[in-house]
């Protein structure tokens, strides 16, 4: 682990999921590429990379003691946490971007294109939210409060989505491709405005904690 | 003279300890020690100039910037040095020197190399494999390269053994020889600032006991040792922490220079002697009162 710095492990992370749909050009030729595991996998794996960050960033700055040297630099509390916000931003921005020019030029069926990228744009933005939240947590409680949190979902998104759908189809008859057209039937662009509307505001948020409860000490 | 650091009525409530409306000055161009028993405030005072706690009441001006307004400014001519060393622990001297130059306005890189050399800090190696001797010295020469106007430092000494102790110290003494820079440096270690520090603030139970020049302050204190019925008792009054012995006994006087004539003739005869004393024997009786 000491090998290897976080960075390059992350960038790692970042560079399988952007080369993904290369690798799985064959499942998007497919009738109905949704059906299929491919944007399914796609868009969680967008959480992996985020939360990833999120999670070995803060836990060596608490483990480093981080905050600790930074408020004795001539360093706002505001530019700390932008600069965090704006990282998280830029990779699911990046992320987003690459796999939608992606799609647009592997996928055979134009028709394909617009489900997919509104599919993954909607998980984008529940992951710029979900992400904003963890931070206000982590500047309120710890990281070592709330990286437990983040483990858990890790583990979650990896285990959880096979029973529940199991348990939807079985028990209520929904299946994966009904949730998805079900997603997608949102307007991906009202979700967008909204979510990066409550990203920025949550930003907002996590300056006034990391104000309230690390720069000063509380 | 003009003051570099000027604090009005300075108030830090803890539930078992008050910092107690401290007014203190300190003066540009000098290093200035700050002495008090642990426990006495001067980390939290420290702590509260450079804006890492919250005060409950008062004022603090850094070269003439408010503490809190003028954070950033303050931050970037201010070198300091605190009680405990953060850093990124697996990064190595010379990636910190990178990170923390986009944050100083005036971060000279070239100073700072020489510095790791000057304090023989090994520039490769991962922090968190460095001993409490490099770390203080890492901190120091962070605190140093970005050319500061003041720099503060809380107990740097403290862990360090002899040689790197004095090192620091003489350090410090070169950098302040122009002028242009002032010191202010806490510490329980009163060899320390006895040997560096042109003026003395002690310290104690969240107040300023005493503030001098140390010329001053040890001209004006010091012990007499006396031989029964040498001393007069209206002097004998003016002692503090007497003593008694067989042949006589002795006391500390805060005011020397106003009763040395009072003593010429038992100095001349043999029966008062004066004795220099230390920055601890005088932390002693402030401690203990008269």
């Keep these: ?218 | 003279m003009d003051n570099i650091l000027k604090i009005t009525n300075l108030r830090k409530e803890y539930e078992e300890f008050v910092l107690d409306d401290i007014s203190w000055d300190v003066p540009k161009g000098y290093i200035t020690g700050l002495i008090g028993p642990n426990g006495a405030g001067k980390t939290t005072t420290i702590k509260l100039i450079m804006n890492l706690l919250r005060s409950d009441g008062g004022r603090v001006e850094v070269l003439g910037l408010d503490h809190i307004d003028d954070d950033i400014e303050i931050k970037n001519r201010v070198g300091y040095v605190g009680e405990e060393q953060f850093f990124y622990e697996h990064r190595s001297a010379d990636w910190t020197g990178k990170f923390v130059s986009h944050f100083f306005s005036d971060w000279d890189m070239q100073r700072y190399k020489e510095l790791l050399e000057e304090f023989k800090i090994p520039r490769k190696k991962m922090i968190r494999k460095f001993s409490k001797g490099m770390r203080v010295k890492l901190s120091l020469a962070i605190a140093l390269s970005h050319d500061p106007e003041l720099i503060i430092l809380d107990e740097p000494t403290a862990g360090l053994d002899p040689v790197i102790r004095r090192n620091v110290l003489d350090f410090l003494q070169s950098i302040t020889q122009n002028g242009d820079k002032s010191v202010l440096i806490s510490s329980h270690i009163t060899d320390d600032i006895a040997r560096i520090a042109d003026t003395i603030t002690y310290m104690i139970n969240g107040r300023i006991a005493l503030h001098t020049a140390k010329d001053d302050l040890l001209a004006s204190w010091k012990k007499i040792h006396y031989s029964k019925g040498a001393l007069a008792p209206k002097i004998l009054d003016n002692l503090e922490q007497l003593e008694d012995h067989a042949f006589g006994g002795s006391g500390i006087t805060r005011d020397f220079l106003k009763i040395k004539d009072s003593l010429s003739q038992g100095l001349s005869n043999g029966n008062i002697k004066v004795e220099n004393v230390g920055l601890d024997d005088i932390l002693i009786s402030l401690v203990k009162g008269r």
Aim: contains cysteine; positive net charge.
């Design chain 1, 1 to 218: 682990m000491q090998k290897f710095s976080i960075s390059f492990i992350l960038y790692i992370f970042l560079a399988v999921g952007l080369v993904f749909p290369l690798f799985n050009h064959d499942r998007l030729t497919g009738p109905d590429p949704l059906t299929l595991n491919f944007v399914f996998t796609l868009a969680p794996y967008l959480f992996f990379v985020v939360l990833g960050a999120v999670y070995i960033h803060e836990q060596m700055e608490e483990k480093t003691n981080g905050y600790s040297f930074l408020r004795i630099l001539p360093v706002r509390a505001s530019d700390i946490v932008v600069s965090k916000f704006l990282l998280v931003f830029l990779t699911t921005l990046v992320y987003v971007g690459f796999h939608c020019v992606a799609f647009v030029n592997i996928s055979p069926d134009p028709s394909y294109v617009y489900p997919s990228c509104s599919f993954l744009i909607i998980n984008a933005n529940i992951c710029l939210v979900l992400t904003a939240l963890l931070y206000v947590g982590i500047f309120r409680y710890g990281n070592s409060k709330i990286g437990k949190f983040i483990v858990f979902l890790w583990i979650f998104i990896v285990i959880a989505p096979i029973p529940i759908n199991i348990f939807l189809l079985k028990r209520l008859g929904i299946s994966r491709k009904e949730i998805i057209e079900k997603v997608i039937s949102l307007n991906w662009v009202i979700v967008a405005c909204v979510s990066v509307a409550v990203f920025f505001l949550l930003m907002r948020t996590a300056i006034k904690t990391l104000k309230k409860h690390w720069l000063y000490g509380g």
